[in-house]
């Protein structure tokens, strides 16, 4: 549960991404009123991975910026998926401002059937979202993945009215932030030689 939410009424963004092909679709709801609450978020057991020394407080943790809650939800997702043996189905999720930081709910998860999709809703609290592009058999896939795709970018630029930025987690473990098109790629985060415990690069 989230602990502060916008009580201006906005539109909702649904998002339904296609992470593992490359592709993300975004639609606008009608605008509803959001009530603000005060219950505090739930927070999940912190998980580690000892062969790759990385380390996710997990969902309802508070964190001091967006990048810090962006990097930790991914490696969350990754090493869920890891743990649970199905690290070909997509993941993802949003960032949203609470009192004190930014946090994120549990993360969704691509079905069965269609691994390489997962959905789920932008709403108005929140700052940004994330998503993984799980590694594929075929060299180019992986090779494509490693750019937002072309509906993740117009997700960003066209779709979503308030340019909400997305943090990817591609095939090689990097993890890029997308705010536009007339914006740099920025590295983030590369899960495969973490410098700290959030992951950040050097520099970040």
Sequence with gaps: MRSVRSAIPTAIVILVALAGLGCAQLSQAPPIAVTAFDAP??????????????????PGTVFPSIEAAAVDALTYAYLSAKAARNVERARGGSIYATRGGYSYDEIRVAGRLV????????????????VTYPRDSDRRVNRRNERPSHLDRRGVSVEDPLHRPVYVLHPSLMIREYRGEDQELTEVADLRRPSSESGFLAGN
């Design 41 to 58: 978020p739930p927070v999940v057991a912190p998980l580690d991975d000892p062969e790759s020394g990385l380390t996710a407080q997990g």
């Design 115 to 130: 691994p390489q999709r997962v959905s789920y809703t932008l709403e108005p609290g929140d700052v940004a979202r994330f």
